[in-house]
């Protein structure tokens, strides 16, 4: 039988929903300033986890991998882009793919301040220790956002790696490295499941 910490898959949950959220509102907000309302126009452009959860994605695979700890796979509704209305189509695209691996380290560093400099009381006996659950919810936010970040550079299609690297290599090399944007979930897969 599994032994389930409720209160740590609870925090834990919260906390990807929280990151991937704000990370898919910065592919949004950026995406809109630079041109695109697209994602605005979808109501994309919000922290609110609903419009940007996908219920396999966000919600059933995560919470699996939390309760049996089997290998985190998760995402979020990928936000929608059309590149052609950016001013600056491959900049800008790679500004938009790069906004949110950008965002989960802002929230990794954010959470580490915080961390560092919160109080954390022992815990004693009758005495309420309410610093204790926050400190395990800023370490899981630092700990999750810095995984994102760093997953989702990855330089494989569709991961925002391999759009930032697409719109960085020159037009003829970016046209042979999308060739594998069909294969990219395999070759993220084999990654995942071999460590």
């Given at each position: 039988m599994l032994d389930i910490n409720v209160a740590q898959v609870f925090i834990s949950f919260i906390v990807l929903?929280?990151?991937?959220?704000?990370?898919?509102m910065a592919h949004a907000w950026t995406a809109d300033r630079l041109g695109d309302p697209t994602a605005r126009l979808l109501g994309r452009v919000s922290l609110n986890p609903l419009v940007h959860a996908d219920p396999v994605g966000t919600v059933l695979f995560p919470l699996?991998?939390?309760?049996?700890?089997a290998p985190l796979i998760g995402w979020a509704k990928?936000?929608?882009?059309?590149?052609?209305?950016?001013?600056?189509?491959?900049r800008d695209y790679v500004l938009v793919a790069a906004a949110g691996p950008a965002s989960n380290l802002v929230?990794?560093?954010t959470a580490g301040c915080l961390l560092a400099v919160l109080p954390i009381s022992p815990q004693t006996l009758d005495a309420a220790n309410v610093s204790a659950p926050l400190a395990t919810f800023l370490s899981q936010a630092m700990r999750l956002n810095v995984l994102l970040a760093v997953?989702?550079?990855i330089p494989i299609p569709p991961l925002d790696g391999g759009n930032v690297l697409a719109g960085l290599l020159p037009n003829n090399l970016a046209g042979i490295f999308n060739q594998i944007r069909p294969y990219g979930f395999?070759?993220?897969?084999?990654?995942?499941?071999t460590g």
């Amino acid at each position: 039988m599994l032994d389930i910490n409720v209160a740590q898959v609870f925090i834990s949950f919260i906390v990807l929903l929280f990151s991937l959220t704000v990370h898919e509102m910065a592919h949004a907000w950026t995406a809109d300033r630079l041109g695109d309302p697209t994602a605005r126009l979808l109501g994309r452009v919000s922290l609110n986890p609903l419009v940007h959860a996908d219920p396999v994605g966000t919600v059933l695979f995560p919470l699996i991998a939390m309760i049996t700890g089997a290998p985190l796979i998760g995402w979020a509704k990928p936000v929608p882009v059309n590149v052609r209305q950016l001013r600056h189509h491959r900049r800008d695209y790679v500004l938009v793919a790069a906004a949110g691996p950008a965002s989960n380290l802002v929230m990794a560093v954010t959470a580490g301040c915080l961390l560092a400099v919160l109080p954390i009381s022992p815990q004693t006996l009758d005495a309420a220790n309410v610093s204790a659950p926050l400190a395990t919810f800023l370490s899981q936010a630092m700990r999750l956002n810095v995984l994102l970040a760093v997953f989702n550079m990855i330089p494989i299609p569709p991961l925002d790696g391999g759009n930032v690297l697409a719109g960085l290599l020159p037009n003829n090399l970016a046209g042979i490295f999308n060739q594998i944007r069909p294969y990219g979930f395999i070759l993220l897969y084999a990654l995942i499941l071999t460590g």
